[in-house]
């Protein structure tokens, strides 16, 4: 009887949840208005004092990558129902740590990208907004070893916020 009762609720919890997503609600967490269909992404010029040559179509292609592979929307080249465009502002590596014996024992990585965040049919969406990220790295290291690795995941966390904001209202 146990046994019975177990899987009598088990197929209430699956029916309920399957009626739950024709409703509109999702188990992902993604909030975007049933209306918006598609999302453009500008390219990120990279207007930071010191340059990386392919930060900017990287940063661009996982960004659109990003919507692309967590939602349903369909990426379209200009005026999209949503619209990401901004710059990368900041790229900078500044002393963190200092000790009497060494001087610098750490440094700082920054990176900072304004977003601008625009949606015609949904204007209480819109948003501009400078998010900035950074990471420390010991000092004997050369940044040009390490560059890649601390841009890729600073990349990320950006995206990630962006993604976050946009898609899950967060």
Not at 132 to 155: G, H, I, P, R, W
Request: charged share 20%; proline share 4%; net charge positive.
């Amino acid at each position: 009887m146990r046994i019975i009762t177990k899987y009598f609720a088990a197929i209430i919890v699956l029916v309920t949840l399957a009626g739950c997503k024709s409703c509109g609600y999702s188990l992902s967490g993604i909030n975007i208005p049933p209306d918006v269909k598609s999302i453009s992404v500008q390219f990120f010029p990279n207007k930071a004092a010191l340059i990386n040559p392919v930060l900017s179509q990287k940063f661009t292609e996982q960004l659109k990558d990003k919507f692309l592979k967590e939602t349903s929307l369909t990426l379209i080249n200009n005026n999209g129902d949503f619209r990401i465009s901004g710059e990368i502002t900041n790229y900078r590596i500044e002393p963190a740590a200092v000790t009497s014996a060494t001087g610098t024992a750490k440094n700082k990585f920054t990176m900072a990208v304004k977003i601008i965040f625009e949606c015609p049919s949904h204007k209480d969406l819109n948003f501009t907004e400078e998010i900035t990220k950074f990471s420390q790295f010991d000092a004997k290291d050369n940044f040009q070893s390490v560059e890649n690795t601390l841009s890729e995941d600073l990349s990320k966390q950006i995206i990630q916020e962006v993604f976050n904001k946009v898609a899950l209202k967060w």
